[in-house]
């Protein structure tokens, strides 16, 4: 069963790029600074948010487990 997850972007270190909202655009955008901001606080585990999270070059995005609070990601 797939787990819950909590996301979170550290925006301090989001450098605009745009692949997390080009990988997966249902989940993550960039704002009218330019910097990506999850659009939804969490959501069940899928492929497409981990290749957008494990994407991102600077490790911006924080993933949590919701249920257990367990740090997954970075
Ligand atoms: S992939 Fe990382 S650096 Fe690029 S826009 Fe998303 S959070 Fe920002």
Redesign the pocket.
């Known amino acids: 069963m797939p787990r819950n997850l909590k996301l979170s972007?550290d925006r301090g270190?989001?450098?605009?790029?745009?692949?997390?909202?080009h990988l997966a655009g249902e989940i993550?955008q960039?704002d009218g600074y330019r910097?990506?901001v999850a659009k939804v606080p969490q959501i069940e585990e899928n492929v497409q948010l981990w290749d957008?999270v494990e994407?991102?070059?600077?490790a911006?995005?924080s993933v949590v487990d919701a249920d257990t609070d367990e740090a997954l990601y970075p």
């Not at 450098?15 to 909202?21: D, P």
């Open positions: 972007v270190l989001c450098t605009s790029n745009g692949l997390c909202e993550f960039l910097l990506a957008a994407s991102c070059p600077v911006a995005i």
